[in-house]
């Protein structure tokens, strides 16, 4: 194949003459083919030409000029790739203002003020910020504000084609500062709880506390971080208020067990309906079992214990059954099986934990699930 010109064998053909013209031409059908042998004339060329469609054309044309087109493709799709790079990277690194006092800076938070300062005035300037003099007042306590944690509240960033350095203060860094210094001081309240008898009397089983919690500290945090960027200094009262406590009855509980330290006795009521009282044996004078509300946080069916006397020994019970703690450090409603029964509602003789015999033990383990409310008093 060359081109569109194919060379085809040159066979001899012989003309068909008709023996007649208009109507009395000899009839196609009366007509029978030629056959040309090998003895005839030698062949004659017949030049053929193939006329291609318009999607074919542009096909030749393609596979003709690929290198060109891939060029030509790889040009347009590279220039268009450094142009948005350059525009995302110059949006991601501009650092610009929009007045002399108010800066718009990526990648920093926008809570809080901001300072320009001279590059090689920077040192000077966040020195003078973090050594300045702050302390903070909480309740009657007052501590002074370190420069680690006037540092944390401050972020830089440095822009080398202006020759300045940009200090932002942030309001939210500030703000986590004030609500960890406060946590030791944040108390949830305790309701009080009165228990009515059988006989109608009634008995508070649980002093009510007051709890405490932050303050709104808005206002105070913009002015810190005022102060901060300025290196005046302050003295900060953090707020504190006052949740007070609510007066509840046994009713307001689902489970509730009540421990009596002096008369050494347990009482188990569902939702405020005694259903069994168990004597028991608490903690000794010298290691006594705290006086509270708490809740059952982690129960064991079977559990070796060890700990220290008073006297500084240690001890060890192995296989102590149907343990429910309800206080950290070793507090919990036990069996105990080492003590002969004349001890329960006698004798308190524990390290701390409220214990009655294995068979009562085992019915509070069944009956009070994670989170059933543990009253001591006395």
């Not at 017949?46 to 006329?51: R, S």
């Not at 206080?327 to 029964?341: D, F, K, S, T």
Request: hydrophobic share 40%; with cysteine; charged share 15%.
């Amino acid at each position: 194949m060359v081109g569109n010109d194919f060379v085809l064998p040159r066979p001899k053909l012989q003309a068909i003459k008709p023996t007649g013209v208009g109507r009395s031409a000899v009839p196609l059908a009366t007509l029978r083919p030629i056959i040309v042998t090998a003895a005839d004339e030698a062949g004659f060329d017949v030049p053929v030409t193939i006329n291609r469609s318009a999607p074919h054309r542009f096909l030749d044309l393609l596979h003709r000029y690929s290198l060109g087109a891939f060029a030509l493709l790889f040009l347009i799709v590279g220039s268009s790739a450094v142009q948005v790079g350059a525009v995302y990277w110059s949006a991601h690194i501009s650092l610009a203002t929009t007045n002399s006092t108010a800066l718009r800076i990526p990648n920093i938070s926008k809570h809080g003020p901001n300072a320009i300062v001279a590059t090689d005035q920077l040192s000077a300037k966040l020195q003078a910020i973090t050594n300045q003099s702050l302390s903070l007042t909480i309740g009657a306590k007052t501590m002074p504000v370190n420069s680690d944690t006037i540092k944390s509240w401050l972020q830089v960033v440095n822009d080398r084609s202006k020759g300045v350095t940009y200090i932002h203060v942030n309001d939210k860094a500030i703000a986590k500062s004030l609500t960890s210094e406060a946590a030791p001081y944040i108390k949830t309240p305790k309701d009080q709880v009165t228990l009515t008898r059988s006989d109608g009397s009634s008995q508070i089983i649980a002093t009510g506390r007051d709890g405490t919690q932050l303050g709104n500290t808005a206002e105070l945090v913009k002015q810190i971080g005022s102060n901060v960027i300025g290196a005046k200094g302050m003295q900060l009262n953090l707020p504190l208020q006052t949740l007070p406590f609510n007066a509840v009855s046994a009713a307001s509980f689902d489970k509730l067990l009540e421990v009596n330290i002096a008369s050494k006795q347990m009482w188990a009521y569902d939702k405020g309906q005694l259903t069994h009282a168990f004597p028991i044996s608490a903690g000794a004078p010298e290691t006594p079992t705290p006086i509270g509300q708490y809740k059952i946080y982690e129960k064991l069916a079977v559990q070796d214990m060890r700990g220290f006397n008073a006297n500084g020994t240690r001890y060890f019970q192995p296989h102590v059954r149907w343990v429910n703690y309800f206080l950290p450090g070793g507090y919990a409603v036990h069996g105990n099986y080492w003590r002969p029964l004349s001890w329960f509602g006698a004798i308190n003789s524990s390290h701390g934990c409220v214990s009655l015999p294995d068979d009562q033990a085992k019915w509070v383990y069944d009956w009070a699930p994670i989170g059933t409310t543990v009253i001591t008093h006395t």
